[in-house]
């Protein structure tokens, strides 16, 4: 890091003092090794929202590290490939949807509709956060022509129908996990909305049909 050493003021004359005090303030880099313990996480959530933002066709190491505010050498000295970095992404991925629904299924209170309360969820994920479910399906769908983010997806898929089983039972909660997916997937390629009544109907039918 450049910068100006420290001058005892009663040493300088007065131009000494206005050229040190003239010096731009610079940004701070991140610090390496131990100072910045979570740099390799760091880049690989850079790499879901590059991913989110531009598509996966547009990811790149270069992308990736100005996301991540670090050297372009740090992203190839954490993932040698973009293979690496697509893996270690879609495991960030998979953690971030696993985390919302956790703390969505958290916020329950005992008696809430199940049905309309996931039909919230449904709205939020494709409205507001629409731009990381586009990221996090990306990703998931590479996993069916890659053999190695297989397991991170199928991982990914029994952690959500978990999460379903605790507020319902073990074939309910599987099928919620499923049909959360697939209306996920196909409603955030969509231009509009959906209403949450149609969202809510569905998951209503589902459950009654498991009763």
């Known amino acids: 890091m450049c910068g100006v050493p420290p001058v005892n003021a009663a040493d300088a004359g007065p131009s000494r003092t206005a050229e040190v005090t003239s010096q731009p303030v610079l940004p701070k880099r991140r610090q390496r090794g ?22 996966i066709d547009s990811l790149t190491h270069r992308k990736v590290a100005a996301m991540a505010g670090v050297p372009l050498g740090s992203t190839t000295y954490h993932f040698a490939s973009l293979e690496e970095l697509i893996a270690a992404a879609l495991d960030k991925a998979a953690e971030a949807g696993i985390g919302q629904l956790q703390a969505w299924a958290n916020g329950l209170d005992d008696g809430d509709d199940v049905a309309s ?56 909660g599987r099928m919620l996990g499923t049909l959360l997916c697939g209306l996920l997937m196909q409603n955030v390629l969509r231009p509009d909305l959906p209403s949450k009544a149609d969202v809510e109907e569905t998951f209503r039918r589902a459950i009654a049909g498991t009763a």
């Open 34 to 55: 131990p100072n910045d313990p979570d740099r390799r996480d760091r880049i690989a959530r850079a790499a879901v929202a590059v991913i989110a933002e531009h598509g």
């Open 117 to 172: 309360a996931l039909a919230d969820y449904v709205i939020e994920s494709i409205g507001e956060r629409r731009e990381q479910t586009l990221a996090e399906y990306n990703l998931y769908v590479l996993a069916l022509h890659r053999p190695h983010l297989q397991q991170a997806a199928v991982a990914w898929d029994s952690a959500l129908s978990d999460v379903l089983i605790a507020l319902t039972d073990r074939p309910t």
